[in-house]
């Protein structure tokens, strides 16, 4: 939990621009991969090694906590990179390491790293809880508990007044936001089985999310069904009972999305911050979440859903594939360079038109993820009201861009 009181929001980082966009839009913590030993290990571009000091940094500077995934299965040839990872995490002043495997949970604990214990273990009940508090501070439930199932869990912590090595009392987390898998959270051996690519080790395909056609053995016969995406999940969505999920107890609510774009992370970040603040000064209210929704749609989603927290009808498979997004993003240029004195940036348009009026996107490593309205330009030096391929052109911004920065246009899907 924060120093507010306030349930903690966890972000996802899959690379420095959604790092960023976590940071500028209001996330208590980060969480990240490093090489290859965490569950996103294939969907995000993922850090290095040398990345763990500019990660701590930059989190330092905005009172933001990093966690490290560690979460995947580990071999016995993993254990010497797994030893390498947490000696220099811990160099790094890493906050905690997220992890599933006893190996990995023993070596965080020697270097006298804070563990959070993974989804990927399945806490079901307040015994198994019990258990991990002798190694972790945080224990991350399993996605397919009811809210009243974790309330009963969290009450018991308090009541039994069970307690991390930090000698503080353990807290929960949970998911909150993002894609959902027809597997037990996330063990599924599908992908394995089909391309010799383990989920279990950061390689899902998403063969899952493809459409099938399923056949009678016996008959031949093909079941005529209602949604040819049988085994796509839509995607967790909690905010329009994001209140129930504070009274329930939790500490920590987790996005996933480590490898969504950064401006996905910037509005979903944006929102669930704006919620839960919105929750603890009095002023939530379904007005509001509507609006809310309507900003989580347009960025990607496969339709939403409120999992297994309700006690609802369980299996909302997804109505088709990819993205239900209402808006996406079209490339036009980069940045060239930023004036600082009078706070105008300059592009260079290599793609598509940009004129007044357009809603834009700005992302990069530092940048993160920008979004604003092209009110006023200048185009090759002189006023204009649009930018075409080949031309440059400059206007005025409250933030710093940079050479490195990618421009995009904000289009309805």
């Keep these: 939990m924060t120093q507010s009181g306030k349930i903690e929001l966890m972000a996802p980082a899959g690379n420095f621009e959604s790092l960023q966009a976590a940071l500028d839009n209001g996330a208590d913590s980060i969480y990240f991969g490093v090489e290859q030993l965490n569950m996103r290990a294939r969907a995000s571009i993922n850090f290095t090694l040398d990345d763990l000091p500019e990660i701590s940094q930059r989190c330092k500077e905005k009172g933001v906590r990093t966690y490290l995934t560690l979460n995947t ?16 995490a811990k160099e790094a002043d890493i906050t905690a390491v997220i992890a599933m495997d006893q190996a990995v949970i023993a070596m ?21 809880v019990k258990f991990y508090a002798m190694f972790a501070d945080t224990v991350v439930m399993s996605r397919e508990l009811s809210l009243r199932q974790v309330k009963k869990i969290t009450e018991q912590i308090a009541k039994e007044e069970i307690k991390g090595p930090s000698g503080n009392l353990l807290e929960v987390e949970i998911f909150g936001h993002g894609a959902l898998c027809m597997a037990v959270s ?18 899902c395909k998403q063969n899952c999310r493809k459409k099938y056609t399923v056949i009678d053995q016996e008959t031949g016969t093909e079941m005529e069904l209602d949604n040819e995406y049988i085994m796509s999940p839509k995607d967790l969505c909690t905010m329009d009972f994001l209140d129930q999920i504070v009274d329930s ?11 969504r774009a950064p401006e996905y992370v910037a509005k979903v970040i944006k929102c669930y911050r704006e919620a839960i603040d919105s929750i603890y000064d009095g002023t939530y209210s379904q007005e509001k979440v509507e609006a809310w929704m309507e900003e989580l749609k ?21 109505k088709g594939s990819g993205s239900h997004a209402t808006q996406k993003k079209v490339y036009l240029g980069k ?11 300059e592009f260079k ?14 992302t990069g490593p530092t940048t ?8 006023s330009m200048y185009v090759e030096d002189k006023e204009g009201d649009v930018a075409t391929k080949g031309q440059s052109f400059t206007m005025k911004m409250d933030f710093r861009i940079r050479p490195s920065d990618k421009l995009y246009k904000i289009v309805e899907a």
């Design 335 to 345: 940045g060239v360079h930023y004036f600082p004195k009078a706070n105008i940036g």
């Design 249 to 259: 107890g939790i500490k920590v609510l987790k996005i996933e999305g480590r490898g």
């Design 349 to 362: 348009i290599e793609a598509y038109d940009v004129k007044v009026g357009d809603t834009i996107l700005i």
């Design 298 to 318: 347009k960025v990607y989603n496969r339709g939403f859903w409120s999992g297994y927290y309700l006690g609802q009808k369980l299996g909302e498979w997804s």
């Design 368 to 375: 993160g993820a920008q979004e604003m309205k092209v009110e």
């Design 108 to 128: 965080a604990r020697a270097e006298g790293m804070e563990v959070h214990i993974s989804t990927q273990i399945n806490i079901t009940n307040i015994e198994t």
């Design 73 to 88: 299965i580990i071999y016995d040839h993993d254990l010497s990179i797994v030893k390498t990872l947490i000696k220099r």
């Design 186 to 203: 996330g063990k599924c051996y599908m992908s394995l089985h089909s391309h010799n690519s383990s989920a279990n080790r950061g390689a």
